[in-house]
């Protein structure tokens, strides 16, 4: 099984994309995933061409073990603590998640002289606020606790000698997504009125922000990409380079549902810190490796519709 792709934290939002365009390309994978995280879908856990092992990334020894046993060709650390919103109330959890679980991850690749290209997702939560389009060379300065553990999660793995393809993904949305994230929020309150388990008011946040948002989809590609054709310890931002505002994403949702819905403000969705806007250029990735998002916005709140209509649907028949 050596030089298989090892996926970490396969069974969250973009290791699961990540896992399943593996699999259309027939190649086999190693996927780790915290036993007390995810349950895994039975389809994918009786996958013949998917080799799962349960692995605490807090846990040096246990990660050591996995990676003697897989001997992976190609990393891809998916794993972490991922909520920024969260990350205000419990911040060591962000640091253990994102700072120390990359530690324990590069240093026993490293200890086991693994031939492998590592590639760590970070976060464009690094960058200072601003209102232009951020460049991999623009100010860094971030505004929370998830910002800046993922910030630490990028030094570390600057400093590792590993081939390290550091990615800075903007955000990304797409079909199972969390609903702690603004776009399936909405999702998932619309499809829950429109099945009538919940009364037609739709509760937001800022619907002024603005945010560059690729689909779930293109972000994993571009992490394929990364790995293939990226150029190891040099930043890459993955991003559309268009910034949508949040009202616009919400009144696409709302044309697509069969129901009369108000929308009201809750402020239990406010962020302590809120940028107003957050744009990328994905001018690097584009040159360097050929990447580019293909799946309009349209289509990506579409998919993530239809998941949450399905997702109430199912849990409507199982309460029968």
Known sequence: MAGIPLITGATGFAGRHLLETLLRDDLTVHAWSNARGRQVDPALLSHRRI????????????????????????????????????????????????????????????????????????????????????????????????????????????????????????????????????????????????AGVSPPILRVGNLEARRDVTDVRDTVRAYRALAERGQPHRPYNVCSGRAHRIGDLLDILLSAVRVRVKVELDPARLRPSDNPVVLGSPARIIEETGWHPAIPIEQTLSDLLAFWRAAVAENQSARR
């Open 51 to 194: 080799h799962w092992r349960a692995v605490d990334l807090l846990d040096r020894d246990s990660v050591r073990a996995g990676l003697e046993a897989a001997q992976p060709a190609v990393i891809y650390h998916c794993a972490g603590f991922a909520d920024d919103h969260r990350s205000w109330q419990d911040p060591v959890r962000a640091l253990r998640g994102n700072v120390l679980a990359t530690h324990h991850l590069l240093e026993s690749a490293r200890d086991l002289t693994l031939d492998a290209r590592v590639v760590v997702p970070g976060s464009a939560l690094i960058y200072r606020p601003s209102a232009d389009a951020i460049t991999e060379d623009s100010p860094i300065a971030p505004t929370s606790p998830y910002g800046i553990s993922k910030l630490a999660q990028e030094m570390t793995a600057a400093e590792s000698p590993l081939p390290v393809l550091m990615a800075r993904p903007f955000n990304h949305a797409g079909p199972r997504q969390d609903p702690s994230y603004v776009t399936s929020a909405f999702a998932k309150q619309l499809a829950q009125i429109e």
